[in-house]
C-alpha cells in the first residue's frame, strides 16, 4: 500500500503541475489564507521530495532494525522482543507497522497537497475547510498508531518462557 500510495502522490502532482500558475499559493494562516507563495516547480520538488522522503523512511523502519546495534534500540522487554527467537517476527512487526505508518501520512500528503492544489487552480477561495479535520484525523491515526506500537511491546504474553 505505501509503495502504492507514493507512486499515485508522484503521479498527482506530475498530473497537476503543469495545470498550476507560475507563482503557486503555498502557505496559508490559520483562517486558509494565502500568506506565501513560491515558483510552480519549487512547489511541485517540495511535493515530490517530501513524498520520497517519507516513504523511504517508512520504507526503512523494519530494515534499520537488522543492523542497529540491541543498545540502541529503545523498546520495552527490549531483551525478551530481541531474543534471537523472537527477533525476525519483531523485525517483520515493525517492518508492517511502518508501512501502515507511512501510508497514512503519505494518504495525508496527497489529501493536504490536492487542497493546497485547488486553491491554486481558482476551484477554492481559501485552504478548504476540510483541513482542519484532516489534520486532526491524521494527528489521531499517528496517535493511534504509536500507542498500538507501545500496547504490543510494553507486555510479555502470558506463558512465555520470561513469565
Known amino acids: 500500500m505505501l509503495l502504492l500510495l507514493t507512486l499515485l502522490a508522484i503521479l498527482h502532482n506530475v498530473l497537476y ?10 502557505h496559508f494562516d490559520a483562517a486558509g489564507n494565502t500568506n506565501g507563495w513560491m515558483p ?4 511541485s520538488l517540495l511535493y515530490a521530495g517530501l513524498v520520497i522522503l517519507m ?12 543492523w542497529v546495534p540491541d543498545r540502541l534500540v529503545n523498546l520495552p522487554n ?4 530481541l531474543d534471537p527467537s523472537r527477533r525476525e517476527e519483531t523485525h517483520a ?9 507511512g501510508s497514512v501520512t503519505i494518504a495525508f500528503l496527497i489529501a493536504a497537497m490536492h487542497l493546497v492544489i485547488r486553491v491554486n487552480l481558482g476551484r477554492d477561495k481559501t485552504l ?10 491524521f494527528l489521531v491515526a499517528e496517535a493511534a498508531m504509536t500507542l498500538s506500537l507501545i500496547v504490543r511491546f510494553r507486555k510479555i504474553p502470558q506463558g512465555s518462557d520470561e513469565h
Open 17 to 26: 503541475a503543469p495545470h498550476l500558475p507560475p507563482v503557486v499559493a503555498s
Open 93 to 101: 512487526y515493525f517492518r508492517q507497522w511502518g508501512y501502515r505508518f
Open 128 to 137: 478548504h475547510a476540510l483541513f482542519p479535520w484532516l489534520l486532526a484525523a
Open 78 to 81: 527490549k531483551a525478551y522482543w
Open 40 to 43: 510552480r516547480q519549487a512547489f
Open 55 to 66: 516513504a523511504g523512511i517508512f520504507l526503512l523502519t523494519g530494515e534499520i532494525l537488522d
